[in-house]
């Protein structure tokens, strides 16, 4: 039991499809993080969101488009991606202030063909 | 940039075996945190570290946070085939914000 709720949990697309990831958390958490794990690279955090407004964007291509209509929901829109896309995307949340651990979803596991 | 680097990368040890893992930067960080990571799953918090210095052992698990608050480490005693998975140290630089910059891993198999 994870708190954090990632779907889907697998996702293969074409580089001109439009899908979307979806995560939800019941932790009563106010801040909410994409992150990107590849294969051969530390885990890149891509957005930040605290209490429904964005605070980080890390130089993310504009493919990668997310959204968070309140503190327990957070989207990541994705469209027109490239192979090097594919990785695994973690959605975390936390507590916002000094020092609070994040708790991650199991992630989508993303395959661009 | 690569902020937190960590060593080994890789390690397979046999189980009972002892073995240490390291997370070295070259700047400061207000805490520190240790995660594991199972295949299929998101990482998992171990601890927290925020003392220059400090020591913290969950069971089987010591960690140490270096005196510079640059530096930390990861202490296994007696590993067992359930430390398997990838460990990963994470920094907070900035005191209140929220952000981690996370190290490049080192992945652990512990075999019975």
């Known amino acids: 039991e994870t708190g954090v709720t990632q779907t889907p949990r697998h996702l293969v697309m074409g580089m001109t499809n439009k899908k979307s990831l979806k995560c939800e958390q019941h932790?009563?958490?106010?801040?909410m993080y994409w992150y990107k794990q590849s294969a051969k690279k530390p885990l890149e955090l891509m957005f930040v969101y605290n209490f429904k407004e964005q605070t980080e964007n890390n130089s993310v291509p504009s493919r990668f488009s997310p959204e968070c209509p309140n503190s327990s929901h957070l989207f990541l829109h994705l469209h027109t991606l490239q192979p090097e896309d594919s990785a695994l995307y973690l959605c975390?949340?936390?507590?916002?202030?000094?020092?609070?651990?994040?708790?991650f979803g199991d992630g989508t596991r993303l395959s661009i063909l | 940039t690569q902020l937190l680097e960590q060593s080994p990368q890789f390690l397979s040890i046999q189980e009972g075996e002892n073995l240490t893992v390291y997370c070295n930067s070259s700047s400061v960080f207000s805490s520190l945190q240790w995660y594991r990571q199972e295949p299929g799953e998101g990482p998992v918090l171990l601890v927290t570290?925020?003392?220059?210095?400090e020591v913290k052992k969950l069971k089987r698990l010591t960690f140490q946070f270096g005196d510079a608050r640059k530096d930390s480490s990861l202490h296994i005693t007696a590993a067992q085939p359930g430390d398997t998975g990838l460990y990963l140290c994470a920094g907070a630089q900035v005191p209140g914000a929220n952000n981690l910059f996370f190290g490049t891993g080192t992945r652990l198999t512990v075999i019975p």
């Open positions: 975390a949340s936390s507590q916002t202030g000094r020092d609070q651990p994040q708790h």
């Open positions: 932790l009563g958490h106010n801040a």
């Open positions: 570290v925020v003392t220059g210095g």
